[in-house]
């Protein structure tokens, strides 16, 4: 991730193709530095992830092509020749998701869940987010019930799998 987007901002080719998960930093980050710096790259994100949070992401940071790499080959040379023009390409499979899945949780909840992930008892979030513990403990109720989940760690769980943290 980090090579990439140093080799982008040298080189600044035409189009770069990453995937999600990469050394260093995510495609989903690469792809939100290129467009912070306004360079005229355009990026293809191809990736074996159907999470939807991940696909919100890329579209909220104006990617030009977010497909799956279940594709052929062929597939992706019309994908490149598509962005090229100008015309973006998404997923059929994900569009769809984008429609129906979207994150249920708050800001805060989402940095309430991020602590519970990170193994923190209710009273540690607390401390460390200036919060009383019986406001922890309320949002932690909200979001088990928003994502209809057994306990805290079955919520962050769920969470992490739609990639909504």
Do not use: C
Not at 86 to 104: I, R, V
Not at 133 to 148: A, E
Request: glycine residues 6%; proline residues 2%; aromatic residues 8%.
């Amino acid at each position: 991730g980090n090579v990439a987007f140093e080799k982008i901002a040298q080189l600044q080719p035409d189009v770069a193709i990453l995937d999600i998960e990469m050394p260093g930093m995510t495609g989903l980050e690469v792809l939100s530095l290129v467009r912070q710096r306004q360079l005229n790259t355009r990026i293809i994100i191809v990736t074996t992830f159907k999470r939807s949070g991940y696909f919100e992401k890329a579209v909220a940071n104006d990617v030009d092509a977010y497909v799956l790499k279940e594709r052929s080959i062929d597939d992706l040379v019309q994908t490149i020749h598509k962005v090229m023009k100008g015309e973006k390409e998404y997923s059929s499979s994900l569009m769809t998701s984008l429609f129906t899945e979207s994150n249920p949780l708050t800001h805060k909840e989402q940095v309430v869940l991020r602590e519970i992930g990170n193994g923190l008892s209710s009273k540690e979030i607390a401390d460390k987010l200036f919060l009383s513990d019986g406001t922890v403990r309320n949002y932690t109720s909200t979001i088990i019930d928003k994502l209809f989940a057994d306990n805290r760690f079955n919520a962050w769980k769920k969470a992490i799998d739609k990639g909504w943290l």
